[in-house]
């Protein structure tokens, strides 16, 4: 697979379960949390998929088109791992976190810290989407939409 192909796969596996989430998301209390503003396309889209939301966004800078930028009060600057932290307890409904870099090691490093991060800032029920995995006892692996291939992108929900 090309690196632009992988894109498209990355991009498509958003869209799609963010897509598969957002109207179970829709019916329950809680905050959204994206974890990594980036371009803000994945906020964008989830501030179009549920209207009216709160969507606490996160990220070490802000570089987003000006079109999908948060409000100052819902945007934390910084290191996710220690600014999240002040949020344990929100109850959040979903929790969206697209902070892979593509560097295997890399990623191994956020997979030692991120699923108990995002387990203690969900509500039970709530959902985990995720370009790195989510192994942790409370958060459990849910079925992506069949156009997402094996192990492209993970959702899980806590439980
Ligand atoms: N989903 C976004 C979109 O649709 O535009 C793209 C997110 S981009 C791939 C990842 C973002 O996460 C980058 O802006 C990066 O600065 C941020 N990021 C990655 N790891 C981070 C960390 N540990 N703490 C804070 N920000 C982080």
Redesign the pocket.
């Known amino acids: 697979m090309t690196r632009l192909e992988n894109f498209i796969s990355r991009?498509t596996a958003?869209r799609d379960i963010l897509d598969q989430v957002c109207p179970e998301v829709a019916k329950m209390e809680g905050p959204v949390l994206?974890?990594?503003?980036?371009?803000?396309?994945?906020?964008?889209?989830l501030r179009e998929r549920l209207p009216g939301r709160r969507i606490v966004v996160?990220?070490?800078?802000l570089?987003?088109?000006a079109s999908?930028i948060p409000n100052a009060e819902d945007f934390v600057l910084?290191?996710?791992?220690e600014?999240a932290k002040r949020f344990i307890g929100i109850d959040a409904a979903l929790v969206?976190a697209?902070?892979?870099?593509g560097y295997d090691d890399r990623d191994a490093v956020?997979s030692t810290w991120l699923p108990d991060l995002i387990a203690r800032l969900l509500r039970v029920g709530g959902f985990a989407v995720s370009?790195t995995p989510l192994e942790h006892p409370l958060l459990q692996r849910l079925q992506p939409p069949p156009s997402v291939p094996a192990d492209r992108y993970f959702v899980c929900r806590h439980v």
């Open positions: 991009m958003q994206e974890l990594g503003l980036g371009n803000g396309r994945t906020y964008h889209h996160f990220d070490r800078e570089s987003a088109h999908s910084g290191e996710i791992r600014t969206h697209d902070i892979g870099t956020t370009g």
